[in-house]
């Protein structure tokens, strides 16, 4: 073991008893100290599912790039292990940067992530990436002394070896191995490269599974690409988007889904879309459940705001709640893992409730719960103008979700959630509707809003600072609304 790695498990292991277990989130991961972002090495493996995270143990702010690592029976309720790489090698002396795991045939887990160090040019200090490969049992890895295992040799020509990173890799039918990486071309435009390899270890380009051509903002991070329900379906998490009526400005998330040949790593797209809608959610990634669902979790935040702090925690950074995908219509659905009804509270259940104005239930509250409305007009066919769910409240904080039946939009709103800064509060979702009917469920979770709307067709994520206190939920229609609604504490 490395100095730099035994320092890092060293620190975490005395750094964790000052955290207060209430502080945290309760089925949403969070680091055992320090800062985390992109998810990584999202697998099965020894039977139980492996989380490792792109982690600064030493600080609440992005630093350095270690793994952390979590281990998890129903990927709600993880148990953190020691942290699993550090940068200690000349190829990742700069930061041991996102990356993906599977199982070897014989039996030992792999990590493949992207090494970066540093390098001297005529512009300055820039980060060559590479992809590298660590191997192990579980809780220690050890990394290959061949690497780095694709490098600046093997890119396609006019690419960048500057914005070269993240690889997702699988193990096809066949018995061999591939990774898509994020890739840019010397203007800055994003690709994906696919890559094939016989052993996992010894790596070769195939080609550019798909370019940007400037559509879909820059630079594309965090491929993942697999096949579901019969569609080939990429994830990516562009940056420098431009906001238009499916995506929003800045690092945003993207979803292709088409038609893919696996004989000759051939795909064709049919369509796009966003991956999430609402403030906070980048650089997802899914694995294959032993049950045969994919799984898919991503860093519930935003990188224009994660310097904004309300409270001095001494953890930043969670991911989402891991969400069920399907392909439904020619779209991405999402829906929370199933696991999360075994964290089921009490039950509070009304029916046909109708009313106009401000309404508040008995029963329903809490920073901890799950959700789940039916909104329709309470009126025939007149429709209501406007409604509002509050949550998080208190005589002066709240969260609003908006749903306007006439334009068929859901909106979130964050600006009364206690923060004191001028960042992003509002987003919204043009979304499906009859006749102002929609159903909306949304999982509270301490730090964090997520909103499913008609059983995950859209989904808007979002994190707030909101003191714990303020734990009241109402309601509020403009007109005449009628609603169903089911709410369950979450336990851990």
Not at 71 to 100: E, M, N, T
Not at 132 to 143: L, P
Request: glycine share 8%; with cysteine.
């Amino acid at each position: 073991m490395s100095q730099a790695l035994s320092e890092a498990r060293k620190y975490e292991e005395e750094a964790e008893s000052t955290v207060d277990g209430a502080e945290r989130p309760g089925v949403h991961f969070s680091p055992r100290i320090g800062w985390l972002n992109d998810p990584n090495g999202f697998s099965f493996y020894n039977g139980e599912y492996h989380l490792f995270y792109q982690y600064h143990p030493y600080s609440t702010y992005w630093g350095p790039m270690h793994w952390g690592h979590a281990v998890s029976k129903d990927l709600l309720q993880w148990r953190h292990l020691p942290v699993a790489i550090a940068p200690d090698s000349d190829y990742d002396r700069a930061g041991c940067f996102s990356g993906s795991a599977l199982t070897l045939p014989d039996g030992r887990h792999l990590l493949l992530y992207t090494g970066v160090r540093k390098e001297e040019t005529a512009h300055g200090t820039k980060d060559i990436q590479t992809q590298c490969v660590a191997i192990g049992d579980g809780i220690d890895y050890e990394k290959y002394a061949g690497n780095p295992v694709a490098e600046e040799g093997s890119l396609p020509e006019g690419a960048s070896r500057y914005d070269f990173r993240d690889p997702k890799i699988w193990r096809k039918a066949d018995g061999s191995y591939c990774f898509v990486a994020g890739n840019a071309t010397a203007d800055g435009d994003g690709q994906v490269l696919l890559y094939r390899s016989e052993d996992a270890m010894q790596w070769e380009l195939v080609k550019v599974l798909v370019a940007n051509h400037m559509r879909f903002g820059m630079m594309w991070e965090c491929p993942d690409f697999f096949v579901l329900d019969g569609k080939g379906v990429l994830l990516a998490s562009p940056t420098e988007m431009i906001a238009g009526e499916e995506y929003h400005s800045g690092n945003g998330t993207l979803c292709l889904i088409g038609s893919y040949d696996e004989e000759t790593d051939t795909f064709e797209e049919e369509s796009d879309q966003a991956i999430d809608y609402g403030i906070d959610f980048y650089a997802p990634q899914t694995l294959l459940a032993p049950d045969g669902r994919r799984i898919m979790i991503g860093w519930m935040q935003n990188w224009d705001t994660c310097n904004v702090r309300q409270t001095p925690l001494p953890w930043f950074g969670q991911m989402s709640i891991p969400r069920e995908l399907s392909i439904q219509n020619g779209r991405l659905y999402q829906r929370p893992v199933r696991e999360l009804a075994a964290l089921h509270g009490a039950e509070v259940k009304y029916e046909n409730v109708v009313f106009s104005g401000e309404k508040k239930l008995d029963g329903i509250e809490g920073r901890k719960v799950d959700i789940e409305l039916s909104l329709r007009p309470g009126s025939g066919q007149e429709l209501y103008r406007k409604f509002v769910l509050r949550v998080a409240q208190d005589d002066v904080h709240h969260t609003d979700i908006h749903f306007m039946p006439y334009d068929s939009v859901v909106e979130v709103d964050r600006e009364a959630s206690g923060s004191r800064r001028a960042i992003l509060h509002r987003r919204s979702a043009h979304v499906r509707s009859e006749r102002g009917s929609v159903k909306l469920r949304v999982i509270l979770d301490s730090f964090s809003v997520e909103i499913f709307v008609n059983d995950g067709e859209h989904v808007l994520s979002l994190t707030i600072y909101t003191d714990m206190s303020a734990d009241g939920i109402s309601f509020y229609a403009d007109g005449l609304a009628a609603m169903d609604i089911v709410k369950h504490d979450i336990q851990m």
